[in-house]
């Protein structure tokens, strides 16, 4: 006898952090299309994308809130957790999407670009997810899941400090599985590979980072945002119950050789 598996997410009330931007605003569209409400937290006071994710969720028939914060600044991340719990009592998981990077070889960093990136992609992200955590706890449920890369697992020239807070990014999602899980919470990442957005337009209309980068994904093609949602609504997702504490490498291959 098989038993059926739900990746819906039906009734659900979800944040999307980074909801603004370009994977999290595929993110926050698709999981409103598995059946979630959406909060979005982003600097919407300095990026005008959170009211478009909004939009987008709705038409997907779904409830969807704008909240301006900054994961560098936890008073504000706590404020997002009681925002959305006031507008829909409960919060059944949180997506950890918002990140920067800084390019620059390794001999160059300066202390406050360390700092910046740490801030945002790595004490950011450990704040999110605590104080998220800590209202999921009163629930007895709870999935979160922090947007790592591939760059968590492999070093890359000049994204030395990026990848040491992706790499961060993933052991978290183990140090609060270890935890959490006996409080119904679960906490993994994704770690995407190189992802079509506008941001990376450049890149991918450079010939000489597509002829070097290319041939090293066996499936012969860069990532789309849609490839990043869905091995997060699986991590969301019922089918997900017993999967704690993981990185799901999205990367057509790049990191097997
Ligand atoms: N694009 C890629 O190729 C790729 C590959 C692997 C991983 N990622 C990761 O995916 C995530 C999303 O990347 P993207 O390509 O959509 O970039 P993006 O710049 O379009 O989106 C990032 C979002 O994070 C928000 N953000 C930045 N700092 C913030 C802060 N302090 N507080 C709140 N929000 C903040 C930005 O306003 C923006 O909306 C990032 O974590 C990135 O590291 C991207």
Redesign the pocket.
């Known amino acids: 006898m098989t038993e059926a598996v739900s990746y819906r997410l039906d009734g659900q009330v979800g944040i999307v952090?980074?909801?603004?931007?370009?994977?999290?605003r595929v993110l926050a569209t698709g999981l409103a299309e598995a059946g979630a409400d959406i909060v979005v937290?982003?600097?919407v006071s300095?990026?005008a994308?959170g009211d478009e994710t909004a939009r987008l969720v709705r038409e997907q028939g779904r409830q969807a809130l704008v909240v301006d914060?900054?994961?560098?600044d936890v008073p504000t991340i706590e404020a997002l957790v009681q925002e959305t719990v006031a507008a829909f009592g409960k919060v059944d998981w949180m997506v950890n999407?918002?990140?920067?990077?800084i390019r620059k070889p390794v001999l160059e960093y300066t202390e406050g670009e360390w700092d910046q990136l740490v801030?945002?992609?790595l004490k950011?992200l450990f704040f999110c997810t605590q104080i998220v955590a800590r209202q999921m706890a009163t629930q007895g449920h709870g999935k979160i899941v922090n947007?790592?890369?591939?760059?968590a697992v492999v070093a890359m020239p000049e994204r030395s400090i990026?990848a040491i807070t992706?790499a961060g990014v993933a052991h978290m999602a183990k140090a609060f599985a270890v935890e959490l899980a006996p409080m119904g919470i679960s906490v993994n990442a994704v770690?995407?590979?190189?992802?079509s957005?506008?941001?990376?337009t450049a890149m991918f209309e450079d010939p000489a980072f597509v002829n070097e980068y290319l041939p090293r994904i066996p499936a012969g093609r860069f990532?789309e945002?849609s490839d990043?949602l869905g091995a997060v609504q699986f991590l969301l997702s019922p089918a997900a119950d017993l999967i704690n504490g993981q990185l799901l490498v999205v990367d057509g291959g790049y990191t097997s050789w």
């Open positions: 952090t980074g909801g603004a931007g370009a994977i999290g937290g982003d600097l300095q990026h994308g914060v900054d994961v560098t999407c918002a990140g920067i990077n801030d945002v992609n950011g947007i790592a890369s591939q760059l990026y992706k770690g995407p590979t190189f992802v957005t506008p941001l990376t990532g945002p990043v």
